[in-house]
């Protein structure tokens, strides 16, 4: 396998990212946290949909939309493939001509290029691509998984599904073998069956010969009785025509005798259509008369109606002339509509009236009141200073400057109490004044009354001119119908002035009358009308059932003739004949069905022979079959006992042979420090130093030997495959390793190039440029948030 090319979009720190991958070895370096591991990580994503923590987390922080993606090119066994992959969906498609869709969608995809590379996730991380911090060699979940996993990347689950179909057809062969067996007839019965039917074909073909010769004698009957029954066929045949002849002749002697009385009564009707003749003359005549009659009748028939018509007009514009001559006078609205005015007039006066009369009402309510509460805070304010004045007094002070009493201020309280009682007084009064003007005056309830008096004149006033307005409006309406009832009453006057008399009804009855006596002759003649037409084609008719009759005689004597000339007296000599003939013929009939019998017989005692022939025939090519399936059994089974054994021998080899790759990289790495490592059954790896097994202590000689492991095992699957992948990812294998590690590392690197095509190297350390081919260069962009790579 061979990358190409990698397009990222919002995936993880890379917004938009097209990188290039040539062959060698490729140095991806930069800071931590730049986006350096992500280059590689996107290969797996893009073959199997693996990442890290949730799919919600991939797409980049600062992009605008949702969508993220991975385009990966690659190169695999001389093809060229590329798989794009986003959250939603997959696509895996060789380029080249013609291009193909080789698999869609997400879970399609991965399969796909599992088949495609022969690796699932697990195995690829596990041997050609190593993680960060995931260097650990053989990450799987159980020591059985480890082992199996190992096996099926060197290919040796091959070996498993050969030893598999080998015992899949070892059982398919020893059940149809059983089949066979138990399906597999007795050979003694075969033979049995088939000198039972050959004995039955031999006395099949001597009733055949017996049936033959008798069969040979009846037709030499046959053919001498055959004249015989021939002119017996012919002799009942005129005997039976000579019976329809004479039947024949009967019937048409009975049509001759109807075509003569036809031509009798055509004759008959012919004579009677001219006595009739007169008679539809004058019928003819009245019904004419009666047709210009009609028009007329139909005229004097409308004036019953129209009389009738004129009658009810007159008596309905009688009635409304009298309706008329009640409605009111044409001036009767006006002077309506002048005394509403005058009641509406009257009616706003005496609401102006009342209106002003309650406003100067509430004026003196309102001056009162206001002057009632002067009076009651004038009272307070007095009563308030005069009980302080009282209370000084009391103490022998002035309620003013507090120095002692003296003859003025008793003075000055007397006033002050004086003043106060005259303030009780006129709020006394004006309280009473109040209570004088809560009352309305009796003016106002006169006023009152006025105004609904006059609202109630208003109200009859309207109700008067409507009704004056109404009668108008029914006035005029009747004036309108009386005028279209005069002119209706002298146009039917003038309708029926030109209309004619009675006597036209009469004459027209008259007419109907001799007209209805004259119909039964009329319907005679109608029905003899065509006599004379009939008469030719009767006697025409008459003359043809005469020739008819007389050829039909004709043939009955020749076939007379033609009978009596044959060798047979009656008609049961005739019929003695033919019976003769078919016992002849229904005897071969039979003999010929029971030669026919025994052919069948003996054809089907022919095909028992062969079948059994055929079934001895086949019961040997089964028994060599189940020979064969036997064999077939054996061979199978051998077959995957083989298998089992190479597949548990090559297991049994894979550790001691990938130790002793894995020792040859630790020797290396170490710089000769520890020049090899054994691996146990589950390929837990202890290393060797100074010729004592010891397990593997620190952390860096962890990832040493997991290095070293990882290489071998690279290797090894190359080999075994017989496919090499050709590529090698490590992503930050330096973390744990001083510079001398650093340095060995980077120098078997450097010899590895000439095994894997393509290398791809994650680290933070600007030295492995040193050995590298290629430098790609991760940086983040401060503006953008977003990892970028360049070659320098």
């Known amino acids: 396998m061979r990358l190409h090319r990698l397009k990222l979009e919002n995936f993880r720190q890379h917004a938009n990212t097209d990188v290039t991958f040539e062959r060698g070895m490729t140095a991806i370096i930069g800071p931590n946290g730049s986006g350096k591991s992500t280059l590689v990580e996107a290969v797996t994503f893009a073959l199997y949909g693996e990442q890290r923590d949730k799919k919600e987390t991939v797409r980049f922080h600062w992009a605008t939309g949702k969508r993220f993606s991975v385009a990966l090119e690659f190169g695999f066994d001389g093809r060229r493939f590329l798989v794009e992959r ?46 960060q911090k995931q260097l650990q060699f053989l990450q799987f979940r159980t020591n059985a998984v480890r082992q199996e996993e190992v096996a099926r990347m060197l290919g040796f689950d091959r070996l498993r599904q050969a030893e598999e179909l080998a015992a899949s057809r070892r059982r398919e ?26 004995e039955r074909l031999r006395e099949a073909k001597a009733a055949l010969r017996t049936t033959s010769g008798r069969v040979t004698t009846l037709r030499k009957r046959l053919a001498d009785s055959a004249e015989a029954a021939k002119q017996a066929e012919r002799y009942l045949c005129l005997s039976a025509e000579i019976s329809a002849r004479a039947a024949e002749a009967q019937g048409l002697q009975l049509g001759v005798t109807l075509a003569q009385r036809a031509v009798e009564t055509a004759r008959s009707e012919a004579e009677e259509l001219t006595r009739l003749q007169p008679a539809e003359l004058a019928y003819q005549a009245a019904v004419a008369q009666a047709a210009a009659l009609r028009p007329s009748r139909a005229a004097a028939e409308r004036r019953g109606p129209i009389v009738t018509q004129i009658e009810t007009l007159e008596a309905e514009v009688e009635g409304l002339r009298e309706r008329l001559a009640s409605a009111p006078a044409p001036d009767a609205v006006a002077a309506a509509e002048s005394a509403l005015k005058e009641q509406e007039a009257g009616l706003a006066d005496r609401r102006s009236a009342l209106h002003q009369v309650e406003a100067e009402w509430r004026e003196r309510q309102a001056a009162a009141r206001a002057e009632l509460a002067g009076m009651v805070a004038r009272r307070d304010a007095s009563a308030n200073a005069l009980a302080r004045a009282e209370a000084s007094f009391a103490r022998g ?57 006059a609202q109630r004149d208003v109200e009859e006033a309207r109700t008067a001119l409507n009704d004056i307005r109404q009668a108008m409006a029914v006035a005029t309406a009747t004036r309108k119908d009386l005028s279209t009832r005069e002119v209706r009453l002298r146009n039917l006057r003038e309708e029926l002035a030109t209309l004619p008399g009675a006597d036209v009804i009469q004459q027209s009855e008259a007419v109907d009358a001799e007209r209805e006596r004259l119909r039964p002759e009329h319907e005679r003649y109608l029905a003899v009308a065509d006599a004379a037409a009939r008469l030719p084609l009767r006697e025409r008719e008459h003359a043809e059932a005469l020739a008819k009759m007389m050829a039909v005689e004709s043939h009955r004597a020749t076939e007379l003739t033609e009978r009596a000339a044959l060798p047979f007296p009656d008609d049961d000599a005739a019929h003695a004949a033919l019976g003769e003939h078919r016992a002849v013929s229904e005897a071969l009939a039979r003999l010929e069905a029971e030669a026919e019998s025994a052919e069948r017989v003996r054809e089907v005692a022919q095909r028992e022979v062969a079948q059994a022939e055929a079934r001895l025939a086949e019961f040997a090519l089964r028994r060599q079959e189940i020979r064969d399936l036997r064999t077939s059994e054996t061979l199978d089974d051998l077959c995957a006992k083989e298998m089992r054994a190479l597949r548990l021998d090559l297991n049994a080899s894979i550790g001691p042979d990938l130790a002793v790759r ?126 970028t790579v360049s070659d320098v």
């Open 173 to 198: 062969l020893a059940i149809q073998r059983e089949a066979l067996e138990r399906t597999m007839p007795e050979p003694g019965s075969l033979e049995r069956e088939r000198d039972a039917a050959a």
């Open 662 to 787: 894995a020792s040859e990289n630790l020797a290396l790495l170490t710089n000769g420090r520890y020049l090899a490592l054994e691996l146990d059954r589950n390929f837990t790896p202890s290393v060797v130093e100074d010729g004592i097994l010891k397990p593997v202590l620190s952390g860096g000689e962890e990832d040493v030997v997991a290095l070293a492991l990882r290489l071998a095992l690279s290797e090894l699957i190359q080999e075994r495959q017989g496919r090499p992948m050709s590529l090698l990812i490590l992503d930050e294998v330096f973390s744990s390793l001083d510079a001398e590690r650093r340095q060995a590392v980077l120098d078997r690197l450097a010899a590895l190039k000439g095994r894997f095509e393509q290398i791809l190297v994650v680290t933070h350390l600007e030295e492995v440029h040193q050995v590298a081919d290629h430098c790609l260069h991760i940086r983040r962009d401060p503006i953008s948030r977003a990892a």
């Open 86 to 131: 986003t959250h939603s969906d997959a696509s895996l498609t060789q380029l080249g001509e013609p291009e193909m869709v080789r698999a869609t969608g997400l879970s399609e995809t991965t399969r796909a290029c599992e088949r495609l590379l022969g690796l699932t996730y697990e195995q690829f991380v596990n041997s050609f691509f190593a993680e």
């Open 397 to 453: 002070e002035c309620p003013e400057c507090g120095q002692p009493l003296t003859e003025g201020h008793a003075h000055s309280l007397r006033q002050h109490r004086q003043e106060t009682a005259a303030l009780n007084s006129a709020v006394t009064e004006a309280e009473a004044s109040v209570l004088g003007l809560q009352s309305a005056p009796a003016e106002i309830g006169k006023l009152q009354r006025d105004v609904e008096c």
